[in-house]
């Protein structure tokens, strides 16, 4: 069985990757960061999905990306957007997929893995620079350049399979797969109990992919 390492927030677009590498037979090790960001409570969501879909293992990598700040999910005297912004928005993390791949690079280095899942959307997506076709093909390219199995082997994959996919068709491929989003969070500003607040451009896209797909949104809101 070929082992995948799953970039995974326990979101609604992980979730639903992270069920299509195990459909597609794929040994899935899960990697998720806990960078100081605003929505922490992500992480729980994401242990609990992990544990549930009874992941090889699951790591949670600790890095403080408020030293750097730069984002309204990093900086706390940002506020969080509640309405729509043109170009690209305050939430954006610099940098963030590019360090998060690099991690998980290394990781699937280490345990022989020559494919890496990252649920980027260049359809639905936020305005985010990191989550383009064009950013996921030189990264692919330059990890075959810097790492040992890249260059003797050639064959590291960065599987991007939401990238062209609308919200409203994620929402649908997940359903066939079996995710329960109810147990998954989305919102830059979730509460304790992982309540979204509805209201963030991250609510908002995904209220309205269950609203195109004609389906009854499970999300728990405040």
């Given amino acids: ?21 195990q459909a597609a037979g794929f040994e899935c090790y899960a990697m998720s960061f806990d960078y100081s960001q605003r929505h922490s409570v992500e992480l729980n969501a994401a242990k609990r999905i992990a544990k549930q879909s009874a992941v090889t293992e699951h790591k949670i990598i600790n890095l403080d990306l408020s030293q ?28 963030r997929n ?21 649920g980027v959307n260049a359809v639905d997506y936020s305005g985010y620079p990191d989550c383009r076709p064009e950013y996921i093909n030189a990264f692919e390219k330059m990890a075959n ?41 989305s919102c830059y500003q979730a509460d304790e109990n992982g309540k979204a607040c509805a209201v963030c451009d991250s609510c ?19």
């Fill in 1 to 21: 069985m070929s082992k995948a390492v799953i970039l995974f927030s326990g979101g609604l677009d992980s979730s639903t990757v992270l069920a299509q590498a």
């Fill in 68 to 95: 750097i700040g730069g984002s309204a999910l990093t900086d706390s005297t940002m506020d969080i957007p509640e309405h729509e912004t043109s170009g690209i928005p305050i939430t954006y993390v610099p940098a």
């Fill in 98 to 118: 590019t360090i998060f791949l690099s991690i998980a690079l290394g990781w699937a280095e280490v345990l022989g893995a020559n494919h890496i899942f990252v």
């Fill in 145 to 185: 350049l810097a790492t040992r199995v890249g260059v003797e082997e050639h064959s590291l994959k960065i599987e991007t399979p939401l990238i062209d996919l609308s919200k409203a068709e994620i929402v649908k491929l997940g359903m066939t797969l079996g995710v329960d989003y109810s147990q998954t969070v």
């Fill in 204 to 222: 908002r896209l995904r209220k309205q992919g269950f609203m195109d797909a004609g389906l009854e949104d499970p999300t728990h809101y405040q």
